[in-house]
């Protein structure tokens, strides 16, 4: 599986944003996917992750209520929207693939897309 993320950009602080990340291969719909983020100096953190199915979806404590993320099996999508950001989550954002149940730990996950940065200015 090949991962492509896009949608980064500069948005001010209480904007929104909608990253997207592309796989191919036939075996999207297998896998769990996730993203994380990175800001400079500080560890790859684990944000939101949803099953294969899309019936279950997961959220680091700090984005809950701010960000959704679903995925279009058909598409071979998986999106991360990002409503009311902050300055904190400004961070180089990577999608991921992987058939783990621990959804959080990135080592965890088998495949990794290139990252796309999100900027917020305060």
């Known amino acids: 599986v090949q991962l492509q993320a896009s949608g980064g950009g500069l948005v001010q602080a209480g904007g929104s944003l909608r990253l997207s990340c592309a796989a191919s291969?036939?075996?999207?719909?297998?896998?769990?996917m996730a993203w994380f983020r990175q800001a400079p100096g500080k560890e790859r953190e684990f944000v939101a992750a949803?099953?294969?199915?899309?019936?279950?979806?997961y959220y680091v404590d700090s984005v809950k209520g701010r960000f959704t993320i679903s995925r279009d099996n058909a598409k071979n999508t998986v999106y991360l929207q990002m409503n009311s950001l902050k300055p904190e989550d400004a961070a180089l954002y990577y999608c991921a693939a992987g058939r783990t149940v621990e959804r959080s730990i990135a080592r965890m996950y088998d495949y990794w897309g290139q990252g796309t940065q999100v900027t917020v200015s305060s």
């Open positions: 291969g036939r075996t999207f719909s297998l896998y769990n």
């Open positions: 949803i099953t294969w199915s899309g019936g279950f979806t």
